[in-house]
């Protein structure tokens, strides 16, 4: 069974720093591509960062120059260090996986969440 699970979540002021982490787990065989979204209360959930095979990578307005992605592929690890924090960047952090297993074909699973919250 295939699981994403984040984690690197918490508090912090605005300005500051943040790394989530979101490790795959499971007899995965391929992971293409490695996404984080983001929704706060009362929006649409948004794409925050992708990170693609040979690390291709694409960001959102809002956060490009402030958010890296990265990837750990012996890990099965995708990271979003976040900096120069904004309230506005207050949401639910979700890990978002294109990957085949070796019993599978490629589909698409969701992490539950980590919550990030950015003071004034």
């Known amino acids: 069974q295939v699981q994403l699970v984040e984690s690197g979540g918490g508090l912090v002021q605005a300005g500051g720093s943040l790394r989530l982490s979101c490790a795959a787990s499971?007899?995965?065989?391929?992971?293409?591509?490695l996404r984080w979204y983001r929704q706060a209360p009362g929006t649409q959930r948004e794409l925050v960062a992708a990170?693609?095979?040979?690390?291709?990578?694409n960001y959102a307005d809002s956060v490009k120059d402030r958010f890296t992605i990265s990837r750990d592929n012996a890990k099965k690890t995708v990271y979003l260090h976040m900096n120069s924090l904004k309230p506005e960047d207050t949401a639910v952090y979700y890990c978002?996986?294109?990957?085949?297993?070796?019993?599978?074909?490629?589909?698409?699973?969701w992490g539950q969440g980590t919550q990030v919250t950015v003071s004034s």
């Open positions: 499971g007899r995965i065989a391929r992971i293409n591509v």
């Open positions: 978002n996986a294109d990957l085949r297993t070796w019993y599978e074909p490629l589909r698409n699973y």
């Open positions: 990170i693609a095979s040979g690390d291709i990578t």
